[in-house]
Each structure stands twice: as C-alpha cells, then as structure tokens.
C-alpha cells in the first residue's frame, strides 16, 4: 500500500470516528420525565434507557371511609434504535414489578410483569438552530400480569418541541394524544431544562391530562441528570400528584447508555 493511500484511510478512519463521536454528541436520553427528547438514535445504534428503579407512593380511601396506601417498585426499560436518519424504533418494557399494599392493619405482597410498547419517532427538520421538534406513535400491549397492566391496549400519537434559549436554558413541550377502548385521554408537559455546573443538568415540569369521563389530573415533576459522557449519564426524579386529597407520589433512579 502506497504512502497516499495509506494517509487517505487514515484521514477516512479519522473523519468516520469524528462524525460517528458528533451524532453521539447531539442525541439526547429520553430519560427521566414524562416527556420525550427530539432527536433520535443514530442509524445503527442502540439506545438502553433502565430504570434502577421506578418507585411509587399512593394513598387511597375507599367509599366507607377507610384509608389505606400502596408502596410499588418497576424496574422499567426502553430500546432505542436508528432505522434511517431521523426515524428510531422504540421497544419499551415496564419490567418486572413489586408491589405491598397496607389496608386495615394488614398487608398485602405482589409481584409479577408490567406491559410492553413498541414505537417510531420521527424527527421533524425545522431548518432552525434553536427550535426542534419530533413526533411519536405508539402502542402499548397490555400483555403484563394482573396488578401491572392497563388491562387493554393503549394507542398514543405524541410530539415534542423544545427551544433553545441559551447553551444553559431550554424549554419545550410534549403533548400526548391517547385512545383505550374508544376513550380519550389528552396530556401536555411543559418542561423547563436547565445547565447547574459542569456535566449536571436538571429539569422542572407540569404535567396536565385530562381522559375521557374523569377529573382533570396535576402533577409536578423534577430531576436532575448527570452526564457521564456523550454517551452516558445517571439520572434522579421525584413528582408529586396534585389533585384530590389522597397523597401520591413517584420518583426513581436510572442509567442511560448509547452502544
């Protein structure tokens, strides 16, 4: 092999790694939150978002008065890969899941599998720095265990949009259109993402939604992200339910990585 082009593949090598290690730079986790990023997984990559793991407190009386809570773990996951520039399939998992209920003195134990969900997203080319959207069908197949499952399937079409403000402030949107058994449900998350210092970063956000014959539901939502790499980073959350007088609460831990 001549000299030139031995320095030809070494400039191709290069240029290859540079481009490979700039796509990892510009995508973004889908975790923690209720929302979803706008970008999508490189071509021929793969997403693993884990949950380390999800938690939920809840309290609830019943229609003779009588109090009780429910204490619930799920070690849920989601699969990201790129099928072309700008379109991924999702395969998601809510895991396996515990639960412990305490009611009238006593306690109850559960254990078993949560349901799975298959989607695109698609990223939409605004020809604009600082705006980006996306958007997101999906199903989820009520395939889990009694206690883990939304017991029929769920259809939603989804999308996201999020301004860059500053290299430390972004905002955005998701709305999420959902429909189980010809029921409605709509959710919109206004998000508000912010630089702390150095590879940590945290968010704050409102979580809207209102189905189809039921009251309109609040929550409050926050976390903070800790940026291993471009291809790494650990996450914390914690919200809170607003609506009615029964206490709920979630939170959880997750790690994110990019193959």
Do not use: C
């Amino acid at each position: 092999m001549t000299i030139l082009k031995k320095t030809t593949l070494v400039f191709a090598v290069t240029a290859s790694m540079h481009s490979m290690y700039s796509m990892a730079a510009d995508f973004e986790f889908d975790r923690p939150g209720d929302g979803f990023s706008t970008t999508t997984t490189p071509v021929g990559r793969l997403a693993w978002e884990q949950a380390l793991p999800t938690a939920q407190y809840q309290e609830f009386r019943t229609l003779t008065g009588d109090k009780g809570n429910q204490t619930s773990l799920k070690a849920d996951m989601l699969l990201r890969t790129g099928l072309m520039d700008g379109l991924e399939l999702r395969l998601g998992w809510d895991g396996p899941a515990w639960s412990k209920t305490r009611f009238q003195g006593q306690h109850f134990e559960d254990d078993g599998l949560g349901d799975v969900t298959i989607g695109l997203k698609k990223s939409i080319d605004l020809k604009d720095d600082k705006l980006t959207m996306a958007v997101l069908a999906q199903a989820l197949i009520a395939t889990g265990n009694d206690g883990f499952t939304a017991h029929d399937d769920i259809y939603m079409l989804a999308s996201s949009v999020n301004y860059k403000y500053s290299e430390g402030l972004t905002t955005g949107i998701t709305m999420k259109y959902e429909v189980q058994n010809s029921d409605w449900a709509v959710t919109a998350v206004p998000t508000l993402g912010y630089k702390i210092a150095g590879p940590l970063s945290g968010y704050s956000q409102l979580v809207y939604r209102k189905a189809e014959s039921q009251d309109y539901e609040y929550g409050l939502g926050s976390g903070l992200i800790y940026a291993l790499s471009d291809r790494a980073q650990l996450d914390a959350s914690i919200g809170v339910d607003l609506q009615g007088s029964n206490k709920s609460y979630n939170g959880g831990l997750g790690i994110s990585y990019l193959f």
